[in-house]
């Protein structure tokens, strides 16, 4: 009798403990549910709940708020009630009240920046499986911000609208050479191909999007135009190749902070006097480490740059700014989009995956888009000319 006392006290207070530490996310009211007691939080009606079925120890939230709550979430410890993505941003709202420990979380946040671990870092994401990604990404296969030109516009339109906006901004012309570093699947150097005829290669580092893009290269007949390569971007320079343009679409994310120098090296080490460099990179506001459960389940070694780290490395390069565009709120449709499909497809991925990957992987692409929706994260366009360019129309052509 004693002992079991003794245990109701001891989760009694561990209920109070984690109450206590939630409360600091007060902006708007959410109920806290446990075993046998609720606490409301914040004032006014309770817009979702957070049903604890395990309390987690303040020690782990203090260590790593994100680290807890999404283990929590993963292994139904905790669940809510109500919409997920609502919830998520009432929390990354709050964001500045999370707590990381970077000492202690310092190998996770900090790891390796060698070729073979970043080699093995990208992989553990992009290598899950092609026909994963099918379910849920557009038959285009583009894994980036899509771009909206009109409140109606499906995914596919809006990935095709995004690679047409990029190439307008690139101003092509036939018989150019173009560099896409982190070619993804393909889709931004095919559309290159058919429409402005120019000599396009790739590079990557994951096998998936390497055979799939080969694939997509024979089966469309643009062996005369394309080629990819399993590459990592350090490597560039040794290639003695030169391009009129380069293109990079969310890798820059993946090679860390002490190498976003490195990075704009590379590329001006092989792009032509006066060529037109576009990057396009997941920001943040500031020189922060990062998420510990995102980069120790979906992006392990991912670290965002801030616009002006990589505004100040590019001027270093004499990389002279001609744009430079926000697409936030575009890139928040796009995970509401492909977060829809992926829950269409749930049966699919159950054939492939255990339940505690989809509740991860709902909680990633829920969690983004609620990440860009509260501005905690950004999406950036630097479009950059290589030293002067006085050849370019002098309005924006786009």
Not at 37 to 49: A, H, K, M, R, S
Not at 72 to 79: G, P, S
Request: a negative charge; proline letters at 2%.
């Amino acid at each position: 009798m004693l002992e079991k006392l003794k245990e109701k006290a001891e989760r009694i207070a561990e209920e109070k403990a984690m109450v206590s530490f939630l409360k600091r996310f007060d902006e708007n009211p959410f109920l806290v549910k446990f075993q046998d007691d609720e606490y409301l939080i914040g004032e006014g009606e309770p817009t979702f709940v957070v049903d604890i079925k395990k309390p987690i120890p303040v020690s782990e939230l203090m260590k790593s708020t994100s680290l807890a709550l999404g283990e929590a979430y993963m292994d139904k410890n905790l669940t809510i009630e109500g919409d997920l993505y609502n919830a998520l941003v009432h929390f990354l709202g709050q964001m500045g009240k999370f707590s990381t420990d970077e000492h202690l979380l310092s190998k996770l946040l900090h790891p390796s920046l060698s070729k073979k671990t970043q080699a093995k870092e990208v992989q553990s994401h992009y290598d899950i499986g092609n026909d994963f990604y099918k379910l849920w990404l557009d038959k285009t296969m583009s894994y980036s911000c899509a771009y909206f030109k009109n409140e109606d516009d499906s995914l596919y339109q809006a990935q095709v609208n995004k690679v047409d906006y990029i190439l307008e901004k690139l101003h092509l012309e036939e018989g150019m050479t173009l560099l896409d570093i982190g070619c993804g699947w393909g889709f931004l150097l095919i559309e290159a191909a058919k429409k402005y005829k120019i000599k396009g290669m790739g590079i990557t580092l994951s096998h998936e999007q390497y055979a799939e893009f080969s694939r997509r290269i024979k089966e469309q007949h643009l062996e005369d135009y394309l080629t990819v390569e399993l590459m990592d971007y350090r490597d560039l320079p040794k290639t003695g190749k030169k391009f009129d343009r380069v293109v990079s679409v969310g890798m820059v994310e993946h090679v860390g902070r002490e190498n976003y120098k490195l990075f704009n090296d590379s590329v001006k080490a092989v792009l032509k006097k006066g060529g037109l460099f576009l990057l396009h990179y997941i920001s943040q506001l500031n020189e922060d480490s990062g998420n510990g459960w995102m980069q120790k389940y979906i992006f392990p070694g991912g670290e965002l740059p801030s616009l002006r780290e990589m505004v100040n490395i590019m001027a270093d390069e004499d990389f002279h700014i001609l744009d430079i565009e926000n697409l936030r709120r575009h890139y928040n449709k796009t995970l509401l989009c492909w977060d829809k499909n992926f829950h269409e497809h749930l049966d699919e991925v159950r054939q492939m995956f255990d339940e505690r990957f989809i509740r991860m992987w709902d909680l990633y692409l829920a969690g983004c888009a609620a990440a860009f929706y509260t501005g905690v994260i950004e999406v950036h366009q630097i479009l950059v000319t290589n030293g002067v360019n006085n050849d370019l129309p002098i309005v924006r052509w786009y």
